[in-house]
DNA sequence: TTTGATGTAACTATTGACATTACAACAAAG
DNA sequence: CTTTGTTGTAATGTCAATAGTTACATCAAA
C-alpha cells in the first residue's frame, strides 16, 4: 500500500509557491496545471495545509502566503497535515483478534511496541528534511539546467 | 494512508506457528478462527510467504514449516513478501507534471532522493526485528499471563 | 457592479481491501 | 481405491479511498 500522491503535490505545490512568487500569481488553476491534475483537488490539499495552520489563503483575490520560515516546516509537518492516519496509528490490524486464542489476545502487546518504533523511525527522518530544503534545491536544478543551456 | 492488516495477519500466522508446533495441526481454519478473519485471506497470505520462500505448505495433509531459522527472517522480509509496492516505491506521485514548468520537470530530482532516505529509514528499522523477537515476546506475555492468574 | 478567485457539494470512475461461496487438486489414512 | 480433510484459486460482492469533473455559492478588489 503507497502512500497517497497528495503528500507528494503538497510539496509539488509549496516548491511552486517559493520559486513563483512575485513573478506570477499563484492561483490552484496555475498550481492544477504544473502538476497536471486539477483545481479542485489542489482546492482540498489547501485546505488541509491551512486547517495545519501551515498557509494562509486568499479568497477572492487568490495567492498563498506561507507562515512560517521556510526552515521551520518539515517534511513531517506537511506529512501529517495531509495523510489522515486512524489513530495515528502507520499499521493496521485485523479488527477484531480472538480472545480465546492465546497469541490472538496477545497480538497487539506483541507488535504495538515494535510497530510504533517502525513508524516513529520514518517520521523522525521526515522530520530532518524541510522547505527550506526544496528550496534550495529547487534553485540548484535551475542553475544547473541554466548551465546545461549555455552549454551547447 | 495506511499499510494493510495483511502485514500484521502475516507475523500473527508465524507467532501461531511458533506457539502451536506440535500442539495443533496448524490449518487456514485455525489460522482464520485465532485471527477472526476467513481460511481464503489466510491462504493468500500463505501464498505469499510461500513465493517469498519463508514457509513451505503441505497441500493435503495441511500443516506449515518456516524455512529458516526465526532469527534469520526479519519483519522486513515479511513486509517485502506481503506488499506489493509498484516499482518498489512507497511514495506515490502525480501522474505526469507538467514539462513546460521548471518546478514540474524537476519534481522528480528534487525529491526522490529525500524520499527514498525516508522509506530506508522504515526499511531499516524493520530490518532490526525477527520471529525470533516474536518467538520470545510471546512467551514472556503466556508467562505473565500465568502467573497472574495464580495470583487470584 | 463586474471580474476572477476560493470553498464546497455532488456525482462518477477506478482501484484495493476484505469477505464469502464454490469447487478442483491433492495427499494420506483407511 | 475411496474417503476425508486440506490447500489452491476463481468468481463475486461490499465497502472505502483516490482522483477527476461539473456546478455554483461566496468573497475581495478593481
Redesign the interface.
Known sequence: ?????R???A??IF??VE??RGEYKITSDFLA?????NPVLIRKILAQLKAAGLITVARGTGGIEITRALSEIS?YDVYEAI?P??DG??????????PD????R??H???DG??A??????E???RK?TLA??DE??RA??DA?QKGEEGT
Open positions: 500500500m503507497q502512500i497517497s500522491s503528500f507528494t503535490v510539496l509539488h516548491t511552486c520559486v513563483f496545471s504544473s502538476i497536471h491534475t517534511f495523510e492516519l486512524e496509528d502507520l499499521f493496521r490490524f485485523h479488527d477484531a483478534p480472538n486464542c492465546p497469541v490472538g496477545n497480538i502487546a506483541l507488535l515494535k510497530l518504533a517502525i513508524q516513529r523511525a520514518m523522525e527522518e521526515m528534511y530544503d526544496l534545491g529547487i536544478l535551475l539546467e
